[in-house]
């Protein structure tokens, strides 16, 4: 399959985006120090992986709207590579509204599954196409701020631009 690589900047940093030939999303990862990110797309077999400086435009125009605060829904189309179970994860999390937050367990219950929250821990690790599919929205148990493949401190600044932690804003 041939897909479609950049890199373009935003607020947080660096950033790589990845869409198949039809234009629909596969890859947004964050890039930075704190990042598991490698700034190369996560390839399978038979991949063509062809750099285009322009692609994904309509990936760049809507991120940067979210970060202006104009936009807080994605209209893009998602083909995020996974298992089926990481899927169904991925969809609950589409499910999350702008400016709110859901726990492990509480999306584990939503699944029919109540004693997978580490399961559905470890599936929101995995989702490919970070803020577009909101897996910072996942907080702990208790509301505490877990693990983020972007670095804590990357999903606290997305849950402050979204008004859903207390903190100072960290985005004009």
């Not at 964050?30 to 309509?58: C, F, H, M, N, Y």
Request: net charge neutral; glycine share 14%.
């Amino acid at each position: 399959m041939k897909i479609i690589a950049t890199h373009f900047e935003t607020p947080l940093g660096e950033t790589l985006a990845v869409c198949d030939g039809s234009g629909a999303l596969l890859e947004l990862s964050l890039l930075g120090p704190d990042s598991r990110a490698t700034g190369e797309p996560r390839i399978q077999k038979g991949d063509e992986v062809v750099w285009d400086r322009a692609g994904a435009a309509a990936v760049r125009t809507q991120l940067s709207e979210y970060f202006a605060g104009e936009r807080s829904a994605f209209d893009l189309r998602l083909a995020p590579r996974g298992t089926v179970f990481q899927r169904r994860v991925w969809d609950a999390l589409l499910g999350i509204p702008y400016g709110e937050k859901t726990s492990y367990s509480q999306i584990a219950k939503q699944l029919g599954n109540p004693g997978a929250s580490r399961a559905v821990g470890l599936a929101n690790g995995k989702n490919p196409i970070w803020i577009v599919i909101p897996c910072h929205r996942v907080v702990g148990a208790d509301g505490s701020l877990t693990g983020y493949a972007g670095g804590v401190a990357v999903k606290q600044a997305l849950l402050e631009l979204e008004g859903s932690c207390a903190q100072g804003r960290l985005f004009g």
